[in-house]
């Protein structure tokens, strides 16, 4: 059975959509079958794969909405191992359309158990907010990654995602767990990025992830050319990165194990 990883923070601009993206890649080029369903209602993650979200007929939306069969809807993408359950603009209405049905927080989860058993990892980008979308989104997952920028406001808002994700452990999915803290956009010549890292570390301690996403020119290119960072270029420092956030996942997961020697460090 599959595990279900949303990547979650309601703050833009955060590398989220970035972190979905890559870590799916990541995961697929290390040979796990991997899913990564776009609720994001922007579709970027559905764009920066290779999609254009005007040419997609049918999504997430249509599977929770219409209870459309996922595996009808599900598209290969140019990564080995990789597939995206894509979105399009009208996941904008399925807030509004969702409020007053039974389970309505429960729907997204209805929709992914049909096919957890196909995937060894299924990744959701999760939109920048914390409504009925993301609810079902935290709801359906087994663990949740939260993205933090090495920025002056990184800890802004951060209580209240923690505070909804206790919500939702303690009304609606009791197995949810928080897979870790992710620091992102990060950049070693700057005092304040190292600040933040000491900051977050400090007070998160072992929820903070080992590694650590490096500002890089190629992770902004990538979304351009509608490519993952591996297909866009596998040795730049974003890919080295996200590898070993895959590789750091995998291992935490008890799915293999990594030597210190073993693993890929990024280059000073």
Do not use: W
Request: proline fraction near 4%.
């Amino acid at each position: 059975m599959g595990k279900i990883i949303s990547i979650a923070n309601q703050k833009g601009g955060v590398g989220k959509t970035t972190t979905a993206i890559n870590l799916a890649a990541s995961l697929a080029v290390l040979e796990f079958k991997t899913l990564l369903v776009d609720a994001d209602p922007q579709a970027n993650a559905t764009s920066g794969v290779g999609f254009d979200p005007k040419n997609v007929k049918a999504g997430i939306y249509e599977c929770i909405i219409n209870e459309a069969e996922p595996k009808d809807i599900i598209l290969e993408t140019s990564t080995p191992n990789l597939y995206l359950l894509p979105a399009h603009i009208d996941l904008v209405g399925a807030e509004i359309e969702i409020i007053n049905m039974p389970n309505r927080e429960q729907m997204m989860r209805a929709a992914l158990h049909k096919i957890k058993d196909d995937y060894q990892f299924i990744i959701i980008d999760c939109s920048p907010s914390l409504g009925l979308v993301t609810i079902n989104s935290l709801t359906a997952s087994d663990s949740v990654i939260i993205p933090v920028q090495c920025e002056y406001f990184a800890l802004e808002g951060l209580g209240k995602l923690l505070n909804t994700i206790k919500i939702v452990q303690s009304r609606l999915n009791q197995d949810l767990e928080i897979e870790g803290i992710l620091l992102t956009m990060y950049d070693i010549r700057l005092r304040l990025s190292n600040q933040v890292v000491e900051e977050v570390k400090t007070h998160f301690q072992q929820m903070v992830f080992d590694t650590i996403i490096q500002r890089n020119t190629k992770l902004g290119e990538a979304p351009s050319f509608g490519e993952t960072i591996i297909m866009h270029d596998a040795t730049s420092k974003g890919a080295i990165n996200y590898l070993n956030l895959a590789r750091e996942i995998i291992q935490k997961n008890g799915l293999t194990r990594l030597s210190d020697d073993d693993k890929i460090l990024p280059e000073e």
